[in-house]
C-alpha cells in the first residue's frame, strides 16, 4: 500500500533491551524524520534523514541510534531503554521544505 | 529555547463561532509556516501552511494569518465544526531547512 507504514503499532518491553521501530514509505520522499510525543511536549524531534546514508541529530537525540540505508526505510533503534522513553513515536517524511507525512505511530511502554 | 510556542495549551469554542489558534516564534531564519491536525491515535495530518512573502493563506473554512514582524501566526477555523476537535500543532522551517520546529499544540474543543 502507498503511504507511511510504522511497525510495530504497539510494544512493551523492559529497561535494558534493545528495540527497533520501523519505518517505511513509498513515495520515495528525500527526507524522513522520527518524533516522540509525551504529554505536555508536543512533538520533538530525534533523529532526521536528508537521503540515503545522511542522517543528522534532533532535539533529543540521546539514547538513540538510526539508519537509512534505502530512501524508504527509516529505522529507529533504543539501544538500552529505559523508562524515560515511553513515549508516542512518530515517522514522517517529506520532500525538502514541504509538507510533512506522518505515519499512524508506535506507542511504546518500556517497564 | 523554545522556537515555536503555542502558548494556549487548550480551547472550547461553540459549534459554529471562530476558533483562533495562535503561534509565537522567534527565529527570524524561519519562513515557511505549517498547521497540522492531529486526532488521537493517529499521526498529525497536514492542514494548511504559508510561505513568508504573504500574510495570509485560505482553503476553505480555514486561514492562516501571519504577522512577521510580530514573529506571530494564527489559524482562524470559521464556522467551527464538532469534527475539528483534536490538537493543533504549528510547525516553522527555514529554506532549505529541511526539518520543521513544532510547537506543543493547542486541544481545541467544539461543543455542538
Known amino acids: 500500500d502507498a503511504g507511511i507504514t510504522q511497525s510495530p503499532r504497539y510494544k512493551i518491553t523492559e529497561t535494558g533491551r534493545q528495540v527497533t521501530l520501523m519505518c517505511h514509505q513509498t513515495?520515495?520522499?528525500?527526507?524522513m524524520f522520527w518524533y516522540r510525543q509525551d504529554l505536555g511536549h508536543g512533538l520533538r524531534l530525534i533523529y532526521y534523514s536528508a537521503a540515503a546514508d545522511i542522517t543528522d541529530k534532533g532535539e533529543v537525540p540521546d539514547g538513540y541510534v538510526v539508519s537509512r540505508s534505502k530512501t524508504e526505510n527509516f529505522p529507529l533503534t533504543l539501544e538500552s531503554a529505559t523508562r524515560s522513553q515511553t513515549s508516542v513515536y512518530f515517522c514522517?517524511?517529506?520532500?525538502?521544505?514541504?509538507?510533512?507525512?506522518f505515519g499512524p505511530g508506535t506507542r511504546l511502554l518500556v517497564l | 529555547d523554545q522556537q515555536v510556542k503555542q502558548n494556549s495549551p487548550s480551547l472550547s469554542v461553540q459549534e459554529g463561532r471562530i476558533s483562533i489558534l495562535n503561534c509565537d516564534y522567534t527565529?527570524?531564519?524561519?519562513?515557511?509556516f505549517l498547521w497540522y491536525k492531529k486526532y488521537p491515535a493517529e499521526g498529525p495530518t497536514f492542514l494548511i501552511s504559508i510561505s513568508s512573502i504573504k500574510d495570509k493563506n485560505e482553503d476553505g473554512r480555514f486561514t492562516v494569518f501571519l504577522n512577521k514582524s510580530a514573529k506571530h501566526l494564527s489559524l482562524h477555523i470559521v464556522p467551527s465544526q464538532p469534527g475539528d476537535s483534536a490538537v493543533y500543532f504549528c510547525?516553522?522551517?527555514?529554506?532549505?531547512?529541511?526539518?520543521?520546529?513544532f510547537g506543543d499544540g493547542t486541544t481545541l474543543t467544539v461543543k455542538p
Open positions: 510547525a516553522a522551517t527555514g529554506t532549505n531547512a529541511g526539518k520543521s520546529t
Open positions: 514522517a517524511s517529506s520532500r525538502l521544505q514541504e509538507t510533512q507525512y
Open positions: 513515495w520515495s520522499h528525500s527526507y
Open positions: 527565529n527570524s531564519m524561519f519562513d515557511y
